[in-house]
């Protein structure tokens, strides 16, 4: 079988911005493959800008390297960006422009044009959900419609990688599940996507697998798979009569934690049914019991050492 390519690759890559200035990354290696979306999450200052626009070749490492479909960013720089396309967190386009008109001079900047262009540009406004808006000047655009314009003028070159810095923020319920539809499209056709997202629930929607970036470093790059598979589990118990015999019995369940007449069990090693039953057969009347999931931002918030 043919190994599967890495079309974005980090490779020791550290970037400071002064030299007085601690390293906003420090010793980054990951990869993200044809048809991946990997999903960068971190909080603010983490670190998640600076290393798409440094994939984008619009800052420099510091040291180490990236590679855009085996070209390297800053030797080889017309060869990568050719194959990249990016969302900057904020786009910023000539407000008087109207937006075909835009989308065509843009197609012109990047070796595109002919016959078939300007309906090449219709079609891509109407991809990213911007049909009937045409004529209409993108100073006039909303935050979230600015953002969509900013990925069709990503997608004009019909990029293989994407850089995509908090898309989905600013976008409305509707927008963020055309844009979530629309990627899930894009990795499909082989697109390698790196994403940074606030909004885990999103990213969990999208991402094959999650890179957690806190103070410059990787902490971890793994499945989401994974995640799933390692993810905490815990009964949560409501107990009207709680007594030793019953917490007894819930120590050999799992790892407990006991105020009043709530019961939380870690990992616990049993099927709720089991439970109930082993309970009531002590005699304890059971109100309730609930089964929670870790969900990613429990994850996260785990994986950078701090409590929900
Ligand atoms: P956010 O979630 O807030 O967008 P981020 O994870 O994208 O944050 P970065 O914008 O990459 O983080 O910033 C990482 C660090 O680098 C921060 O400490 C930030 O202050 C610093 N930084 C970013 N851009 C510059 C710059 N142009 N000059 C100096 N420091 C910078």
Known sequence: ??????????????KRYGRREAPAVEGLTLSVKDGEILGLVGLNGAGKTTMLRAAAGLIYPSSGNIRLNGHDIVRE??????????????????????SLDLLEYLGGYNGLGGDGFPALSQ??????????CERRRVGTFSQGMKKRF?????????????????????????????????????KAEGCAILLSSHILSEVESVADRIAVIHHGRLLECIPLKEIYASREVRLRLTIRNPGPDIARYLSTVGEVHNEGNTFTVSQPRQEVWQVNHEL??????VAEIRTETEDLEGYFFRTIGEEL
């Open 1 to 14: 079988m043919e190994p599967e390519a890495e079309v974005i690759e980090y490779q020791a890559f550290s």
């Open 77 to 98: 720089k017309i060869h990568a960006s050719a194959s990249t396309g990016i969302v900057p967190e904020f786009p910023n386009f000539e407000p008087t422009a109207r």
């Open 123 to 132: 079609a891509l406004l109407a991809r990213v959900g911007l049909a009937g």
């Open 150 to 186: 900013a990925l069709a003028a990503a997608l004009l070159a019909k990029p293989r990688n994407l850089l995509l810095d908090e898309i989905l923020n600013g976008l409305d319920p509707g927008g963020i599940r055309f844009v979530r539809r629309l990627l899930l499209e894009l």
């Open 280 to 285: 009531v057969q002590r005699g304890a009347e």
